[in-house]
């Protein structure tokens, strides 16, 4: 359905990320995180070049710490990296502008960290393997101040739009209803609650894989769009009955407790202005044909 926007008054800047390099803390010395069950492990977490693990493959299963498909970029500059995570947008258009891949083309898949440290990106296989760390990739960061005329109580985010555009969804009564493969109930959100919503992600809890399996959330693959029940994310993600948000999964699920799968918000509203109906398979690697 083609539901009106105010995309022809949008303003399009590019930012600029470099390839992130995957980073431990250095105090403790001791590389290891701890699971929900208090047990220390040592897996690969986010950031650097992804090689095996792309857009539309499942959600859980990976020996992994809140993975990021693709490609994971951030600026060493806090500002700059600041001002790249917020203005970046899921389904904006990525070009390496160094290194041996230079000119290969990506889209921008999902924002991830707790303080809005990545913006992840899909590239083909081929690609990333051409793709080094440190090599620079610019966004044409478009989506920021999206706004839908007919639905003035709904909040647009970190969404291009012209992924708007091909989302299912329809217009009932005043109600921006998305088409969604789940629904996220408040009490399994996680980690990013209290926090910026312009950026990074939101996760959802996972360490009771029985409740995961009865909302139908244990299946979930990355790119698949969500709802998130009475989760409020105007300003800072929070429980509102009656709220809603829709999100996009963009990382794996990790043994910590309260991390991932990760989801990046793109749309909210608080007061029922936003709702959502059954839609299987809806995944933006192939709304946006990403080929692995």
């Known amino acids: 359905m083609t539901i009106a926007t105010n995309a022809a008054d949008i303003v399009a800047v590019s930012v600029l990320g470099h390839v992130a390099n995957p980073s431990l803390p250095g105090l403790p010395a001791e590389p290891y995180r701890l699971d929900a069950q208090g047990r220390a492990f040592l897996w690969p977490t986010f950031g650097g070049v992804v090689y095996n693990v792309s857009v539309g493959d ?124 789940a629904t996220v109930p408040p009490h399994m959100v996680g980690a990013g609650a209290g926090l910026t919503s312009e950026g990074g992600s939101l996760h959802m809890q996972s360490t009771d894989r029985a409740e995961l399996a009865a909302h139908g959330l244990d299946a979930l693959r990355l790119g698949d769009v969500v709802a998130i029940a009475d989760t409020d994310s105007r300003y800072n993600h929070g429980y509102l009955r009656g709220a809603m948000s829709i999100g996009i999964v963009g990382q794996t699920d990790g043994p910590r407790a309260g991390y991932g799968p990760g989801m990046t918000v793109v749309m909210t509203a608080p007061a029922g202005e936003l709702g959502c109906y059954e839609a299987p398979g809806t995944n933006i690697a192939d709304l946006l044909d990403l080929t692995a």
Do not use: M, Y
């Open 58 to 181: 499942s959600a859980f299963g990976w020996s992994g710490d809140c993975v990021h498909p693709g490609i994971s970029i951030a600026h060493p500059d806090a500002n700059k990296n600041r001002g790249l995570n917020v203005f970046a947008c899921v389904g904006n258009a990525a070009l390496v502008v160094s290194g041996a891949a230079q000119g290969a083309k990506g889209v921008v898949t999902g924002k991830s960290g707790r303080f809005s440290d990545q913006v992840i990106i899909h590239f083909d296989v081929e690609t990333r393997r051409r793709i080094a760390v440190d090599d620079r990739i610019l966004v044409r960061a478009e989506g920021v101040g999206l706004a839908v005329p007919d639905c003035p109580g709904v909040s647009v985010k970190s969404l291009a739009p012209s992924l708007f555009d091909i989302l299912p969804k329809r217009l009932e009564d005043g109600v921006l209803k998305i088409g969604v493969v």
